[in-house]
């Protein structure tokens, strides 16, 4: 866009209002960032948890809802789910599956009278929605609407494809694939059918089976998926219309600056790895006891995001933490990262061209793992029973990988060269 038309844009009020969670909230903010650049009012819809966090951004805040913390909230979880999380993808549908879309259900009808105030109070002229799950106020607005969908984009189309949420291989059982869907509907559909039926009654257009199994439809206006081009699925099928692909959404404004390598670690030998379980993985205990224990035994230096209830334990000599870490900082001065595969950080690792070894704990995390895998970017491992031998094979093979870095660095380099976030925003501002 010429300097001449930009300036002759107005100056748009743009409504962000993520999932509470920090991945949602961090993709948001790696868009919100390109658009404050261009003079565009931005403010963040958000639970009163989040309170604080987005004002240094020079973002406003409009809190909503009882005040949580999101940590708290993490910790809850995993006290409730722990042992479902110890099951294969399948296995987790019949519980895990059914409760937390129960649970997501249940939040936007409690949250949509709320959201509804927020939409009143800043006469947005765009919204820019982060769910999986259709919130009424926000689609029934009156201004167009974007649906950012900062997750593993197996569902947009899923012909061709193993199901969302499984991590099966993409040239696996079609037998698998069908036993899994027809057990996810028999799950889903009792569900579906009743929230259809309250969207109905907001006033929402009525859900189509189109983007099945999220429980929205795709907007008529725009919509973002979050996913590097090296590990999208557009050579098993193509993408619906009005789907525009993004490669990363890293805040910049935050990896400015370098990380300094604490002292504790600064002078020993080995490569530097980070490990992030996420917010949910870090709140399981026994999960981050399980695998420091392992990784005492490497040669090589650590860091780690300890997760919210990193002071019950310590950290061995080959390691440094804290309960929460600049990732986006750490990422570029590391040589390796294990994760959970949560889909902003393997975006972000992308952007910084690290190999991974992914460690899942539910939904789009095993496809995330299964496609790193089977494109030959990183190694996936069973994050509860994978053996010692594995892990501490798995991070030599990886460092060894010199192919594989060189592939991982041109892929950086390209990413960030074609930062496409600049075409988001264009396609943003001509909506209005």
Known sequence: ????????????????????????????????????QRGHRIVFGIATGWKGKLLPYGFEEVLYGEETKPSQVHVEFIKTYASELRKNSYDQLA???????????????????????????????????????????????????????????LGLNEENCPPRGSGYPTDGDRNQWDKFRKELKRIYEPQWEEFNQWIIEQGAPPLTKQMWPFFQNASPYLNIYLYPEETDYLDLRPNPPKWFRCDALVRTSESNGKFQIPEKLANKPGKLIYMSMGSFGSADLL???????????????????????????????NMWGENMVPQVKILPIVDLI??????????????FGKPSIILPLFA??????????????????????????????????LLADKELAKKLNIMSKKMRETDNRAKVVELIEVLV
Request: glycine share 6%.
């Open 338 to 351: 294990i994760t959970h595969g949560g889909n902003n950080t393997i975006t972000e690792n992308f952007y």
């Open 1 to 36: 866009m010429s300097s001449s038309s930009s300036s002759s844009k107005k100056q748009l009020t743009i409504l962000f209002t993520p999932f509470d969670a920090f991945g949602h909230v961090h993709a948001c903010i790696g868009i919100a960032e390109p658009l404050k």
């Open 95 to 153: 519980v895990f599956e059914h409760d937390s879309q129960r649970d997501f259900i249940n939040m936007v009808i409690d949250n949509d009278p709320l959201l509804r105030d927020v939409v009143k109070k800043v006469k947005p002229d765009i919204i820019i929605v982060d769910h999986y799950v259709c919130q009424p106020s926000l689609v029934t607005a009156g201004v167009p609407w974007i649906w950012l969908m900062s997750a593993n984009p």
């Open 364 to 397: 789009d995390q095993f496809d995330n793992a299964q496609r790193i895998q089977e494109k030959g970017f990183g190694i996936r491992l069973d994050t509860y029973y994978c053996s010692e031998e594995e892990l501490l094979d798995a991070i030599e093979k």
């Open 287 to 317: 999960l981050m006891k399980r695998l420091i224990g392992i990784l005492e035994h490497s040669p090589h230096r650590f860091i780690i995001s300890k997760g919210p209830l990193g002071d019950e334990y310590s950290l061995p000599d």
